[in-house]
């Protein structure tokens, strides 16, 4: 049976103004160029340029009624009050820097062949029949990132009869693998990584120490890797100096041969958004605006629109011209509202981190971080924390001492003996430089550190020491033991 009855419901929903406010405020500098870009290709009302005064100033002045798409100029959606801003005057910011001539230079942007490339022409040089060459393109295709062929021969052998209706055996891949395998750079194509540093170790010259470490590789290669050094020298009878070059050697070699070394890593660079300077102890704070351009509502659209109440209100074809000019109109509106508000939101948030770590940004130490949290941000410029997210998550900042993503400065508390909460990268940079002193013979346990942080007046568990250590990527002690 069916039944009628009426409920009261409360529910929050964001205007579309809203919705691109948000958008544009989780996008770094380095892409609001082009979103801005795809603006202006798809709303011919919104144009490059200076502001004019009175580009904007549409409206209904006869209060006809209007029919067809919604009004968007009643003020409907006050974006203002949903961010808690103060109006700012201009599209642009104050301290832009917009005349800067840093600010107009093309930022240069390496050109790198890949690792394929690479190795594609050095088997261009082998003198094979065809179909030797193709099945080298098919194993240079195999190619991990981080140059290993981690698939079986077998299936190598498959995907030659199914894609190229060649007949092959793992016999012949292999004897066109070890070709591969001769190829810079040295241990490119390994199957594993004891044959990747074998095939380092083949290429250098056969001294008593290179023999010793391809012995170690070949057959104690899991004791090496547990560092249990005395049960190596027992096993060799070598005395604990030439185990140690031995080691070293190893130690020095690429474990991937595919890494940025052979081109295969794409170089980024990193736009920062906003520009820190030190003037006399002044700190100076300016928004990255290359790729803000001025933007201005189109003169003629705008005329277009005022032409509207100089006509004859009742035709229908006019009526759903103008429909079509007033929509575009808002959506320039709406979107240059937006980008002044991202700039005033962005300039806020780091103010506010700015003010927070003062003496680190005066002097670049990282142990006068402070302990600082979302939360703390939102506070003091009265935003939602989900804001404060979005910049923080996505932004950079260029100072003296490097570039810094905005999350670099956020950290969590720990407690120390005189009362005060130290930054949670304070510690760890402490604990980094305990490690760095120990005696690499002995190295410190989790538990060893714990109790020298406690003694520095840091409270904190051997867990908490775990962890941080593991944010480091530091190994165990076990795995930092050297001769």
Known sequence: MQRLDLRQLLSQKLSPQQIQFIKLLQIPTAELEMRIKEELEVNPALEEGREDADADQYSDSDGEEYDGEEDYSKDEINLDDYLNDDEISGYKMQGDRGGDDDEDREMPIAVTSTLTDSLLDQLGFLDLDDKQYTIGMQLIGSIDSDGYIRRELSSIVNDLAFSQNIETSEEEI?????????????????RDLPECLLLQLHRREQDATTVLAERIISESFDEFTKKHYQKIQAKFGVSEEDLKKAVDLIIKLNPKPGGAGAGMTR????????????????????????????????????????????????????????TFVKQKLDAAKWFIDAIRQRQNTLLRTMEAIIKY??????????????????????????????????????????????????KYFFSEGIATDSGEDASSREVKHILKEII????????????????????????????????????????????????
Do not use: C, W
Not at 283 to 289: A, F, G, I, V, W
Not at 291 to 320: G, Q
């Open 357 to 406: 770590q003062h003496e680190f940004f005066l002097e670049g130490d990282e142990s006068k971080l402070r302990p600082m949290i979302l939360k703390d941000i939102a506070e003091e410029i009265g935003m939602d924390i989900s804001t404060v997210s979005r910049v923080a998550n996505s932004k950079a900042v260029q100072t003296e001492f490097g570039i810094y993503p905005l």
């Open 267 to 322: 170089v980024q660079y990193i736009i920062p958004d906003f520009i820190l300077t030190n003037e006399n102890g002044q700190l100076q704070l300016s928004l990255n605006s290359r790729n803000a351009p001025d933007l201005r509502i189109s003169r003629s659209y705008a005329d277009m629109f005022d032409a509207y109440d100089k006509s004859d209100k009742k035709d229908k074809k006019l009526k759903e011209t103008v």
């Open 174 to 190: 292999e004897q066109v693998l070890h070709m591969i395998q001769t190829f810079d750079p040295a241990g490119i194509a390994a």
């Open 436 to 483: 760095d002193k120990e005696n690499k013979r002995k190295p410190l346990s989790d538990e060893k550190i714990e109790q020298i942080l406690n003694e520095k007046g840091y409270n904190i568990a051997r867990r908490t020491v775990a962890k941080y250590r593991e944010q480091l990527n530091i190994p165990v002690a076990r795995l930092r033991k050297e001769l």
